[in-house]
Structure formats: structure tokens, C-alpha cells
């Protein structure tokens, strides 16, 4: 993997301001609009309300920045750049596996200033285990969604990747309780959010601030999500690069 094209894909997809809005800023807005408005006291599936909440909209922003790869990946095949790649030594899984590693540390910034705003303005206290453990399990959860970036990018042309990657991120976030707490919807919502994998996200990190600990269940099904979705990815790869 060259380090060196890895950091100009960060610093062009950085330069994507909607990126940095609906990545960075949206998950805040979220946040301070339906989580500082609730009662310090209240308490949702055995933990603080407003933790839950604040877990919920960083795990919302880490998917979208994870999921913006997409529209890189759009950009290089518009560009020739699969031609290029087919010339060069660069194997199917190095160049996917360089995009996975982007969308992970496109992740961190959002997860980062959710968390801090949760910290400050929503005064969740939690323990420092707590914070390294709901940290970790949220950002290794931008997996799936890194992985579902790529398929669009694969898919889409550049001029529809950015609605579609857009919609896709809201639907996924809406129909997965990310916007509302699963055990509020009707039964038929919550099958619905069971085959989503921003729902077993949402549980592996929520679970890491229950007094039951991690949520091994929901873990493995996050890993399942994306081993099936990055054979997709990759599969998808090497189709288009054999057309070019």
C-alpha cells in the first residue's frame, strides 16, 4: 500500500465540503437538537438516554464519512484510472484494502467531536475504559458501511454516486435505529432494523456502556456484514477493472 497516495485521497476527500458537513457537523446538530433536550435522569435500554443518543449520532457520522469513499472510487474509474492500475503491480485486494483503511480514519473525526460535544455540552460521564471501549467498537463498526461505499463507488456513475451514497446514509440511519431508539418503533420497524447493519452497530457500541459488557452477538454479525459486503466490493472490482 503506498502511504503516499493514501494521504492524497484523505486531503481530496477532506477538501469535499459536503463531506465535512453531513460527516462532521450534521451528526453534532443531531445530537444537541434531539440529545440535549433529554432529562440528565432518563435512561433508554439500560443506559443513560443522552449516551445513547450520543452513541447513535457519532455512529451515524462515522458511516457517512466511511461511506464517502464511494465517490473517490466514482472519480478514479470516470478518470481511466483502472486502466492505469492494470498496468502496474498493484493487486485487486491491496487497492481495496487501501480504500477500507481510508474510510477507517475518515471515520475517527466524526466519532472524535461527537464524542468531545457529548463530553462537554451533554455532560456524559463516563469511565475512561468506557470511552476507549465504545470508541473502539464504534470506529471497527465503520467496516460494513466502508465496504457499502465501495460497492457504490463501483456501481454508480460520478454525477449520481453523491445522492445516492447521501440517501443510501439516510435510509440505512433511519430504518437501523440510528434516529430512533429501535424499542420505539412498531414490531414491524424493528424486524426491518435487524437486517440492517447500522442496527448491530449501534448495539456492539451501545453495549460497551451497559453493565453487561460487549455484545459478542452483535459483534460477529457487524464482522458477517462485512466480509459478505467487501467479497461484494472486491468482486465488483475486479469486473470493472477487467472491463477497462
Same mark, same amino acid.
Given at each position: 500500500?503506498?502511504?503516499?497516495?493514501?494521504?492524497?485521497?484523505?486531503?481530496?476527500?477532506?477538501?469535499?465540503?459536503?463531506?465535512?458537513?453531513?460527516?462532521? !457537523?450534521?451528526? +453534532?446538530? @443531531? =445530537?444537541?437538537?434531539?440529545?440535549?433536550?433529554?432529562?440528565?435522569? $432518563? %435512561? #433508554?435500554?439500560?443506559?443513560?438516554?443522552?449516551?445513547?443518543?450520543?452513541?447513535?449520532?457519532?455512529?451515524?457520522?462515522?458511516?457517512?464519512?466511511?461511506?464517502?469513499?464511494?465517490?473517490?472510487?466514482?472519480?478514479?474509474?470516470?478518470?481511466?484510472?483502472?486502466?492505469?492500475?492494470?498496468?502496474?503491480?498493484?493487486?485487486?485486494?491491496?487497492?481495496?484494502?487501501?480504500?477500507?483503511?481510508?474510510?477507517?480514519?475518515?471515520?475517527?473525526?466524526? !466519532?472524535?467531536? +461527537?464524542? @468531545? =460535544?457529548?463530553?462537554?455540552?451533554?455532560?456524559?460521564?463516563?469511565? $475512561? %475504559? #468506557?470511552?476507549?471501549?465504545?470508541?473502539?467498537?464504534?470506529?471497527?463498526?465503520?467496516?460494513?458501511?466502508?465496504?457499502?461505499?465501495?460497492?457504490?463507488?463501483?456501481?454508480?456513475?460520478?454525477?449520481?454516486?453523491?445522492?445516492?451514497?447521501?440517501?443510501?446514509?439516510?435510509?440505512?440511519?433511519?430504518?437501523?435505529?440510528?434516529?430512533?431508539?429501535?424499542?420505539?418503533?412498531?414490531?414491524?420497524?424493528?424486524?426491518?432494523?435487524?437486517?440492517?447493519?447500522?442496527?448491530?452497530?449501534?448495539?456492539?457500541?451501545?453495549?460497551?456502556?451497559?453493565?453487561?459488557?460487549?455484545?459478542?452477538?452483535?459483534?460477529?454479525?457487524?464482522?458477517?456484514?462485512?466480509?459478505?459486503?467487501?467479497?461484494?466490493?472486491?468482486?465488483?472490482?475486479?469486473?470493472?477493472?477487467?472491463?477497462?
Amino acid at each position: 500500500m503506498n502511504l503516499d497516495y493514501l494521504k492524497f485521497d484523505i486531503r481530496r476527500t477532506l477538501r469535499n465540503r459536503r463531506v465535512v458537513i453531513f460527516a462532521i !457537523l450534521m451528526p +453534532v446538530i @443531531l =445530537f444537541a437538537i434531539f440529545g440535549l433536550t433529554i432529562p440528565k435522569d $432518563a %435512561s #433508554q435500554s439500560g443506559i443513560s438516554a443522552i449516551a445513547y443518543v450520543m452513541v447513535s449520532m457519532a455512529i451515524f457520522g462515522s458511516m457517512s464519512a466511511a461511506m464517502s469513499s464511494g465517490g473517490i472510487i466514482a472519480a478514479e474509474r470516470d478518470g481511466g484510472w483502472n486502466r492505469t492500475l492494470r498496468l502496474t503491480p498493484l493487486k485487486p485486494q491491496a487497492y481495496v484494502i487501501s480504500k477500507v483503511i481510508l474510510s477507517l480514519l475518515l471515520a475517527i473525526p466524526p !466519532l472524535v467531536v +461527537v464524542f @468531545l =460535544f457529548g463530553m462537554t455540552a451533554g455532560h456524559v460521564h463516563l469511565s $475512561a %475504559s #468506557q470511552w476507549i471501549s465504545v470508541g473502539l467498537v464504534s470506529w471497527l463498526g465503520a467496516l460494513p458501511f466502508a465496504a457499502i461505499g465501495l460497492v457504490i463507488g463501483y456501481v454508480a456513475k460520478p454525477d449520481s454516486v453523491q445522492p445516492i451514497t447521501g440517501l443510501s446514509t439516510m435510509l440505512i440511519a433511519a430504518f437501523g435505529g440510528l434516529w430512533l431508539p429501535v424499542d420505539s418503533m412498531p414490531s414491524v420497524m424493528k424486524h426491518i432494523a435487524q437486517l440492517t447493519p447500522a442496527y448491530w452497530t449501534g448495539q456492539s457500541s451501545r453495549s460497551a456502556l451497559s453493565q453487561n459488557g460487549l455484545d459478542l452477538n452483535a459483534v460477529y454479525v457487524v464482522l458477517g456484514w462485512t466480509v459478505v459486503l467487501g467479497c461484494i466490493a472486491l468482486r465488483r472490482f475486479r469486473a470493472d477493472t477487467a472491463r477497462a
